[in-house]
């Protein structure tokens, strides 16, 4: 049979069967892995309906439930694309070699990686959707409102899958994510304008708060949402892109050195 | 067989921190041959493969070289990988996918078609006798169907160059022998095959040359055959214990080579019938008088001490 070794696939290509790869294994277990977006947000609905939101009944001119539903739209596609990357990166590289054996085929890491970093990116588009869909279903929040969700969920997967990746290559010991789940994920849920807005924290805070990723997404989210579009949600939108491209880069640097002896 | 020279490594290094893991190596692989590299744990075979498609990176160093079919890896490894099979030492199948769908996902790596791909992957299952087991699970495999599947998945684009890490390190005498029937017949139809082993037998069986190496350096290299004419003498007596072996100075070393080891004495000699006399003197049951083979030649060059400290 003819073989002409210069027909290797294009990147597109490459980056693409590496992504085919996570998706084939994400839907072989369907119901089990396509549950927990559906399900967590309803029980939130019940925790924070009948429970806490009897409490809270104003929040910026909205209901608790609305204001922390839409913080859950983007928290989701965080979850979701830091756990991907970085127990399941970990796992992949350091315990099933399943790199190893990817890279025995005609894929370069920055192809591996960039085929990873897209398929967090769309399962966080994916989970955003799934909480979309649930809350706009129980009348919490409209669709046209949100409309954007599913994109905010994409590039809030692929910040935090960059991070993840960052993070996951300095790791040696698998116990260590600990320390990003508890250090970085957990406060940023708290301190983003998730559960309440940030313009209640202490002035000296705000630079700090500004600096963190998900505060973007969760503005850009909750700006669109009400209407208040203006020139200044470009700067988000900027901020994105460059952590995006600034922390890849760097992950993708760093991971390299580790993948390839 | 060709002489068309198409691997070309010269002057290759390479170093972990302050260890020096190839040392100026260099060697090149006629087409369709087998090309073995035999040498102890540490001695920089799996480096010297993994440097040859990308996995690992050699030392700059102005009189490096590499050619793989007219490709330079440091350049380019993409072209390398999609002509060549890979077999590394570790198995690495994907355990979140079965049989069928590993080498699936993999035609997809090189893009191969779909109809195409499953002409392929059901004509490579039945080639390495997986078909039984096609919808199984990686982990109820047994050592020997994970070694046969990640050949399988190795020859999934046609390769034109097999790189073979110990391909039959740990398995039964009954897959070694299957998996060295299926490298003969690639061998026949055209395919250049690279291999690291432990198994001299193996080496013997199959390659047309080999290295041996040590230290990250080559210390002979030649077809087997020839360096056992060459390179070790033709029989060995062994003694199991000294003990037995009283008269040990009156060994004629003019014709005979003595080593000892420990409590072992070694006699080594082109002469049978110098070594039958002194094997004569012996119980039946204290000595083992037999052709030297590879190992020999390999021990000899290679030094008896354990090589990782």
Redesign the interface.
């Known amino acids: 049979?003819k073989?002409n070794?210069?027909?290797?696939?294009s990147f597109i290509?490459?980056v693409a069967?590496?992504w085919?790869?996570h998706f084939?294994?994400y839907v072989?277990d369907f119901i089990s892995n396509a549950m927990p977006p559906f399900v967590e947000p309803m029980i939130f609905l019940g925790g924070i309906g009948l429970g806490l939101g009897t409490y809270i009944l104003d929040m910026n001119g909205q209901s608790y439930s609305q204001f922390l539903a839409k913080g859950l739209l983007v928290t989701s596609a965080m979850f979701t694309a830091s756990f991907e990357c970085t127990y399941g990166t970990y796992i992949r590289m350091e315990y099933?070699?399943?790199y190893?054996?990817?890279?025995?085929?005609?894929?370069?890491v920055f192809d591996l990686l960039f085929g990873e970093i897209l398929w967090a990116g769309t399962k966080g588009m994916f989970f955003s959707t799934a909480v979309l869909s649930v809350f706009v279903s129980f009348g919490v929040i409209s669709l046209e409102s949100c409309l954007i969700a599913p994109i905010i969920g994409f590039f809030t997967g692929i910040m935090f899958s960059v991070l993840s990746l960052l993070f996951t290559s300095f790791v040696n010991n698998i116990n260590y994510f600990n320390f990003y789940f508890t250090g970085i994920v957990s406060p940023m849920f708290f301190f983003s304008g998730i559960v309440f807005p940030t313009t209640n924290l202490p002035s000296f805070l705000q630079p700090i708060i500004e600096f963190l990723p998900l505060t973007h997404s969760i503005r850009l989210i909750r700006r669109v949402s009400s209407g208040e579009i203006n020139n200044l949600l470009l700067l988000d939108v900027l901020y994105i892109l460059a952590f995006c491209i600034i922390v890849g880069y760097l992950a993708i640097k760093r991971l390299n050195k580790r993948l390839?002896? | 067989m060709t002489d068309k020279i198409v691997i070309d490594v010269k002057n290759i290094y390479?170093t972990?921190g302050s260890f020096r893991a190839v040392n100026d190596f260099s060697f090149s692989v006629n087409e369709a041959s087998c090309f073995g590299f035999l040498g102890p744990n540490g001695a920089g075979k799996t480096?010297l493969m993994?440097m040859l498609?990308?996995?690992?990176?050699c030392d700059k160093n102005k009189n490096t070289s590499i050619n793989v079919?007219g490709?330079n890896p440091l350049e380019n490894?993409?072209?390398?990988?999609?002509?060549s099979g890979?077999v590394?030492q570790?198995?690495?199948?994907?355990?979140?996918?079965n049989v069928l769908?590993n080498l699936f996902?993999?035609s997809?790596?090189?893009?191969i078609k779909k109809t195409e791909a499953q002409k392929r992957i059901e004509s490579l299952i039945d080639f390495m006798e997986l078909t039984p087991k096609k919808d199984s699970k990686i982990k109820h495999l047994s050592g020997g169907m994970q070694r046969r599947l990640v050949i399988a998945?190795?020859l999934l684009?046609?390769p034109?160059l097999l790189i073979l890490d110990e391909p039959t390190t740990g398995l039964d005498p009954q897959v070694r022998h299957l998996i060295w029937n299926k490298l003969r017949q690639l061998k026949k139809q055209g395919v250049t095959i690279l291999l690291t082993t432990h198994y001299m037998e193996e080496a013997f069986q199959l390659c047309d040359q080999i290295i041996i190496m040590h230290n990250g350096e080559k210390v002979i290299s030649g077809s087997p055959q020839a360096l056992l004419k060459k390179d070790i003498e033709s029989y060995v007596l062994e003694i199991f214990y000294n003990n037995q072996l009283q008269d040990e100075k009156t060994i004629d070393t003019s014709k005979v080579r003595l080593e000892k080891i420990e409590e072992k004495r070694l006699l080594y000699s082109n002469d049978i019938n110098a070594l039958q006399e002194i094997s004569e003197k012996l119980q039946v049951g204290d000595y083992y008088l037999r052709q030297s083979n590879l190992e020999d030649l390999f021990l000899k060059t290679t030094g008896r001490g354990l090589n990782e400290k």
């Open positions: 049979m073989n070794q210069e027909n290797y696939p290509k490459r069967s590496v085919y790869r084939r294994v072989r099933d070699n399943i190893d054996g990817m890279l025995a085929a005609p894929i370069r390839i002896d | 390479k972990f480096t993994k498609y990308g996995k690992a990176i079919f490709y490894e993409l072209p390398i990988k999609y002509l890979i590394p570790q198995n690495n199948l994907d355990e979140e996918l769908q996902i993999f997809k790596f090189y893009g998945r190795s684009n046609n034109k």
